[in-house]
């Protein structure tokens, strides 16, 4: 398609190619847009400008030398200054979209606000208020094209205009909640205004985007179009035969308190089973913001601005944001392309199998073998199962089973760019299948292992070519771990490294590269964890009350319970691993415990462990509130829990184990839940204060021993 020109009113330029734009006809097949505008449309910094042959006035969003549009204050100075202009001299009509092909706008600028003081947010969302209201106050018709990602600051652009035209591809939501905020530009009181109240309000306490037609079902949207049909339904809009969406008789409803209030008490308490408050207070300050001001909008949008100021201030916030910008900076690992395009997985086990079909679903043809036939069949039943809840879409489930081949012979090893080993933790069976897999794979292509705890060189040194040889160790489960560890050892080489790197990076997952030590950083890290938890349970303590306090501070799972997911057989080898390789010190495992290993009671996957399971394979827990009166405790178990697993942390970085904190934070985040709003066991270390964490690990070292002796690493932290 040739380049577009938009007219401005010195500007003639031929209406054929105005139609080419607005249209955008049938670009849209590969979710790819060509929006871009000739030199003589005029440009306002972010914005590029102009007016069609029917006085339709279009505002393209294009920032200069980004690949997606955010929301920042020279974005909305810029819109000032258009709105200036039709204010002056109003067009028919005016629509607003993007020319990036990702989508309409990511949100907010995170970055603007990271060393902002409160004042000077607030003056920023005051200012950004005006200039939105400006925007809603117009006299013509202003329609908001969407497509692709429309998120947090760039939906509230969007609900800033009187109609939004949704193209079949885009996406809508408010994922402030994720940064321990709410909608701060009117996204709180716009949304309730069009949409169902109750819809609006899930949407922002949860963070989920609504795909096209539903945010029509709601009300966010007034039309769902194909990107060809863009401009007839904007003529609609401006010829008044399209009609606005708004709130409907649930939103006249609440606009009464006391429906309000009976409402929030649910949304409190099905807040609360997700989040405690202190931990995370944004939600419930939503819902505080709602029963109060919902009636009013201008009583909601002077609490919003209030309420957004104090919430973006909170250490709950601001580690959410330095959460944010790790995720940013593991995904920012990634440098080119990894031209990997068929992958075969060697084992079709748990993780084998649950590797290959998410690798399926990310794009990549995928072989799958196996010693048996029976593991692959079971695989792609679940394969079937994982696809169907994450992707949402009969088309694309079955365009990634189509891509998902059995191969019990091990044919596509030969043509793989990929190859890897997912075989179980014995070394002399992995090196068998190691070598036999190098012997068969063309030139150029890589070879890899998910090991979890056994050395790479003792695996690279049976290979001719150790050098294009590499760990990459995911997570159980995979299609919801974000984490995979790229494990490096002295043989490899950069490009191999850089390669798998991109690999993760391209299964939308995040990269973290560690060095080859025993348990690698992660299952190191938590080993003392549940360690510790195994010997308190033996103590006396009762595991629910470990668990519920685990969970208190902000851990995804107990210890107790994350024992038994990941097997107590696994959790004893683990454990020994680590004591006879690296030496640490480790809490000895108690004879019961082994007792239950040799009986085959080994936690979740067998329905008994340290609990037993309901046929769902939820544990049968007693609430901590139902435990005997007078049952054993410990004042000091938290830290019990918590201090050995960022001891072990600061004593990774101080081998090299991982780079840096950062990545050594946001590893432990996604790959362990680590408490988000914390920041990581290094920001947790550093908020609570060093020499006090230093001081508290001292303490148990007198009363429990050396597995709490601060490691030398603490003097660099």
């Known amino acids: 398609m040739k380049a577009a020109r938009l007219r401005n009113p010195e500007a003639s330029v031929p209406q054929s190619d105005i139609r080419e734009l607005a249209g955008m006809l049938d670009t849209l097949a590969d979710h790819a847009i060509e929006l871009s505008v000739a030199v003589d449309a005029e440009r306002r910094g972010n914005w590029r400008s102009g007016i069609d042959e029917d006085g339709i006035a279009w505002w393209v969003l294009d920032r200069p030398?980004?690949?997606?549009n955010t929301i920042d204050r020279s974005v909305l100075e810029d819109l000032s200054l258009l709105l200036d202009a039709a204010e002056a001299a109003p067009p028919r009509g005016i629509v607003i979209r993007s020319a990036k092909p990702s989508g309409f706008a990511a949100g907010a600028d995170i970055a603007q606000f990271l060393d902002a003081a409160t004042a000077e947010i607030a003056a920023m969302l005051g200012e950004g208020h005006r200039v939105l209201d400006r925007l809603a106050a117009l006299p013509v018709p202003t329609i908001a094209v969407i497509h692709g990602h429309c998120l947090g600051a760039g939906l509230e652009l969007a609900l800033a205009c009187r109609f939004r035209?949704?193209?079949a591809n885009a996406s809508l939501g408010f994922p402030e909640v994720m940064l321990g905020l709410h909608p701060g530009l009117g996204g709180t009181f716009r949304s309730l205004a069009v949409a169902d109240p109750l819809e609006?309000?899930?949407?922002m306490l949860t963070g989920k985007a609504a795909p096209a037609k539903r945010a029509r079902r709601i009300g966010l949207v007034d039309a769902v179009v194909e990107e060809r049909h863009v401009l007839n339904a904007v003529r609609a809009a401006v010829g008044g035969e399209l009609h606005p969406a708004r709130g409907g008789w649930k939103g006249r409803a609440f606009a009464l308190r006391p429906a309000r209030s009976l409402v929030a008490r649910r949304m409190r308490a099905e807040a609360a089973k997700a989040a405690k408050p202190k931990n995370y207070p944004a939600p419930f300050r939503l819902i505080d913001l709602w029963e109060k001001h919902g009636g009013s909008p201008e009583r909601m949008r002077a609490a919003e601005l209030e309420s957004f100021s104090d919430l973006i201030e909170t250490p709950t916030s601001r580690n959410l944001v330095r959460v944010f910008f790790l995720r940013e900076a593991m995904?920012?690992?990634?440098d080119g392309p990894s031209d990997i395009k068929r992958v075969h997985v060697i084992g079709a086990g748990a993780m084998g199998g649950d590797i290959a079909a998410w690798a399926a679903r990310e794009g990549f043809r995928v072989s799958l073998s196996d010693i048996d036939a029976k593991p692959i069949g079971q695989a792609l039943r679940k394969a079937a199962t994982m696809l169907d809840k994450t992707l949402r879409d009969k088309l694309k489930v079955r365009d990634a089973l189509d891509r998902l081949v059995p191969d019990p012979g091990g044919l596509g090893i030969a043509g793989a760019d990929l190859v890897i080993e997912a075989a179980p933790e014995r070394l002399e069976l992995k090196q068998s299948i190691l070598r036999d897999a190098e012997a068969r794979m063309k030139p150029g292509a890589i070879l890899a292992t998910n090991t979890s705890a056994l050395p790479l060189p003792d695996l690279a040194g049976v290979l001719a070519d150790p050098s294009r040889f590499v760990g990459v160790h995911f997570f159980n489960p995979v299609s919801r771990m974000q984490l995979v560890e790229v494990v490096k050892h002295d043989a490899l080489s950069p490009e191999t490294l850089r390669r798998?790197?991109?690999?993760?990076?391209?299964?939308s997952r995040l990269p973290a590269p560690v060095k080859p030590t025993?348990?690698?950083?992660?299952?190191r890290a938590l080993t003392p964890y549940i360690a510790e938890a195994i010997l308190m349970v033996a103590e006396g303590v009762p595991k629910e009350r470990i668990d519920a306090r685990?969970?208190?501070?902000g851990m995804p799972m107990g210890p107790v319970e994350l024992a038994d997911r990941v097997g107590l057989d696994i959790a004893v080898e683990v454990a020994q691993t680590l004591a006879e390789r690296l030496g640490m010190p480790l809490p000895e495992m108690p004879g019961w415990l082994h007792q239950m290993v040799r009986e085959g009671k080994l936690g979740q996957k067998t329905g008994s462990g340290l609990y037993d399971y309901d046929e769902a394979g939820k544990p049968k827990k007693i609430h901590v509130d139902a435990l005997p009166d007078g049952s054993a405790d410990d004042p000091n178990l938290l830290d019990r829990l918590i201090l050995p697993m960022v001891n072990t942390v600061v004593a990774c970085l101080r081998e090299g184990v991982v780079e840096s904190e950062e990545i050594a934070d946001g590893a432990m985040v996604f790959g362990t839940g680590f408490a988000p709003f914390r920041g990581g066991p290094i920001r947790y270390a550093r908020e609570r204060g060093v020499d006090a964490v230093i001081a508290r690990l001292r303490e148990l070292e007198m009363v429990h021993g050396p597995r709490f002796r601060p490691d030398p690493g603490w003097d660099r932290i």
């Open 550 to 553: 685990a969970e208190s501070f």
């Open 331 to 334: 995904r920012g690992l990634k």
């Open 200 to 203: 609006a309000m899930t949407m």
């Open 65 to 68: 030398d980004k690949s997606v």
């Open 500 to 507: 798998a790197t991109n690999f993760v990076a391209e299964l």
């Open 518 to 523: 025993a348990g690698f950083l992660v299952n």
């Open 165 to 167: 035209i949704a193209v």
